[in-house]
């Protein structure tokens, strides 16, 4: 009886093991590419609160991919092209009277904010980015100077 415990302990873990050493590429991509503001959020949500830099970089232009893949961690990424750090942060596109989004033929002008902490302070932002379309999908082109 102990004999068919321990095996079935053993299967067990090894079938754990084995469904978690399997690698899902769908965790190293933002999927939801058709609109720029989900794009924008899912960017911003995968660096600061995923922490995942290949998964930021893939709803990026080539350029900014590697730019931001060349830095190797999120923390340096926020640090060096964002100058904002958060240890966890909740990301909204702008939702204000004015348009949420200015959009033009192929591309559009995302501002998105931040409210999070970092160290336990309370830090709010504001980010704008440039979004291209490219067959039917959006990426990041570039990252604007703030308005402000």
């Not at 102990?2 to 084995?18: D, E």
């Not at 596109?93 to 004015?98: C, L, W």
Request: proline share 3%.
């Amino acid at each position: 009886m102990r004999y068919l415990k321990t095996l079935i302990s053993a299967l067990l873990l090894s079938s754990i093991f084995l469904l978690t050493a399997c690698d899902n590429n769908d965790s190293k991509k933002i999927t939801t590419v058709d609109d720029p503001e989900i794009v924008a959020i899912a960017f911003f949500d995968a660096l600061y609160n995923e922490k995942n830099i290949e998964k930021a970089a893939s709803v990026c232009n080539p350029k900014l991919a590697r730019l931001i893949l060349h830095y190797r961690s999120p923390q340096a990424v926020a640090r060096h092209l964002f100058n904002m750090s958060y240890d966890k942060v909740t990301i909204t596109p702008d939702s204000s009277g004015v348009k949420v989004r200015e959009q033009f033929k192929g591309s559009a002008r995302i501002t998105v904010y931040f409210d999070g902490y970092y160290q336990e302070n309370r830090v709010k932002d504001i980010k704008r980015l440039a979004i291209v379309q490219r067959d039917g999908k959006w990426f990041i082109d570039k990252i604007l100077k703030d308005p402000f």
